[in-house]
């Protein structure tokens, strides 16, 4: 089925603890983006990449770092977990034409 | 002020009842308008997109939009249970980079 997956589904993690959150998809689209939903506070957008080898900031973008190395992957690591970045983390993707994005399940992290 | 704002809810209507969402947006260079469902820890799912004024229909959906008041609309006819979902507006700059700004999002209920 194609789409987006999001690795892990949920973790706890230790403050202080680097963690990598997986995204891999395989409808060739050139465009993904990490956002994290908190309540209250709506869909937020950390990072993105247009295409492979280019990446940029969003809006939240302190505290952590993106790849793009291939189409298909977008990885979103977190050098050394705060307590603040307790939330759930969406990977999506989007085409060219920017028709919509595609969303993946999502990765819900807590750092305690 | 927010870019955009939208009513968090919860809204509770009974079923066959015409639901009617909202957002509003502060900035008049935003050109393409989207609607997201998204069901409880999933990740979100485009439902309507539109880039005129106007309204364009699918199915029980209507989405409208109104440039001149800044203001957009989903109204979902005949509402089921299933509809039972929190929906999220999203909008869009004509940059080329395609990247979203989203509503917080509204928490529906409808009760059988």
């Known amino acids: 089925i194609a789409g987006i997956t999001q690795a892990p589904t949920s973790q706890i993690l230790a403050a202080g603890r680097r963690m990598t959150l997986r995204c891999t998809q395989d409808m060739r689209h050139n465009a993904m983006y990490w956002y994290r939903q908190d309540l209250g506070l709506g869909l937020r957008l950390i990072h993105y990449?247009?295409?492979?080898?280019?990446?940029g900031k969003g809006e939240v973008p302190d505290g952590y770092s993106v790849s793009r190395a291939n189409t298909d992957d977008f990885p979103l690591t977190l050098a050394s977990a705060v307590p603040s970045q307790t939330s759930v983390y969406f990977c999506?993707?989007?085409?060219?034409?920017?028709?919509?994005?595609?969303f993946g399940s999502g990765t819900r992290l807590t750092v305690v | 002020q927010k870019e955009v704002e939208q009513d968090p809810g919860p809204l509770s209507v009974p079923e066959g009842a015409i639901v009617s969402l909202n957002c509003t947006y502060s900035n008049s260079a935003f050109q393409y308008f989207m609607w997201y469902r998204q069901y409880s820890r999933k990740g979100p799912e485009l439902l309507m997109y539109t880039y005129s004024s106007g309204n364009k229909e699918d199915g029980r959906f209507t989405a409208q939009v109104d440039k001149s008041s800044k203001y957009i609309s989903l109204f979902i006819r005949d509402s089921q249970p299933s509809d039972s979902a929190t929906y999220l507006c999203a909008m869009i700059f004509p940059s080329g980079t395609y990247k979203y700004i989203f509503g917080t999002g509204t928490r529906l209920k409808v009760l059988a």
């Open positions: 999506a993707s989007s085409d060219a034409t920017g028709d919509g994005y595609t």
């Open positions: 990449s247009n295409t492979a080898g280019t990446t």
